[in-house]
T-cell receptor
Framework: DAMVIQNPRYQVTQFGKPVTLSCSQT?????MYWYQQKSSQAPKLLFH???????NEADTPDNFQSRRPNTSFCFLDIRSPGLGDAAMYLC????????????FGDGTRLSIL | GENVEQHPSTLSVQEGDSAVIKCTYS??????FPWYKQELGKGPQLIID?????GEKKDQRIAVTLNKTAKHFSLHITETQPEDSAVYFC?????????FGKGTRLSVIA
């Protein structure tokens, strides 16, 4: 059974139209991560939550925001998507920070028209 | 901060042969080194990991070695099969979010 679930698997939105991607986990892990992955590249960390503490990477655009209403769910909001935001968005969880395995969902592929 | 270099970027092997992927890291404080396999259209899947107090770890056909002095670690896949074809990522961390290598596309030719 999938332990990190991302919905939807495919999302199409229009240029400039806000979009929200969702992630849920059944592992009860403290940490949840959002990554952006473009074709033939490594995942790039956007931000992570350690419990309720939000940690933004320095180079994450202001256009990207996140919410974690409870332990199980985390959302990625893109306020005004541009063509350059078309990518695979991956959610991951880990029990704690540092030397703990990260478990990834299968991602949401976002297309911008 | 940490920097992880991964080589080669592409690797083709005949079915049954071994494959080796190498990574180097820059931060001597890094203490956790996972390897992920990513198939097309899926998220990365953890296949093996090693911590800095261990030099080698094996799981069936997969092994990872770590040389802390030289700051490099390697993934070894023996008796490769077509289903091993995927992109493999190494990563390192020193109690911070993971830093990934750029990936290796492995093709196993039947």
């Amino acid at each position: 059974d999938a332990m990190v679930i991302q919905n939807p698997r495919y999302q199409v939105t229009q240029f400039g139209k806000p979009v929200t991607l969702s992630c849920s986990q059944t592992l009860n892990h403290n940490v949840m991560y959002w990554y952006q992955q473009k074709s033939s590249q490594a995942p790039k960390l956007l931000f992570h939550y350690y419990d309720k503490d939000f940690n933004n990477e320095a180079d994450t655009p202001d256009n990207f925001q996140s919410r974690r209403p409870n332990t199980s769910f985390c959302f990625l909001d893109i306020r005004s998507p541009g063509l350059g935001d078309a990518a695979m968005y991956l959610c991951a969880t880990s029990r704690d920070k540092g030397r703990w395995p990260q478990h990834f969902g299968d991602g949401t592929r976002l297309s911008i028209l | 901060g940490e920097n992880v270099e991964q080589h080669p970027s592409t690797l083709s092997v005949q079915e049954g042969d071994s494959a080796v992927i190498k990574c180097t890291y820059s931060d001597s404080a890094s203490n956790y080194f996972p390897w992920y396999k990513q198939e097309l259209g899926k998220g990365p899947q953890l296949i093996i990991d090693i911590r800095s107090n261990v030099g080698e770890k094996k799981d069936q056909r997969i092994a990872v070695t770590l040389n802390k002095t030289a700051k490099h670690f390697s993934l070894h896949i023996t008796e490769t099969q077509p289903e091993d074809s995927a992109v493999y990522f190494c990563a390192a961390t020193a109690n911070t979010p993971l830093v990934f290598g750029k990936g290796t596309r492995l093709s196993v030719i039947a």
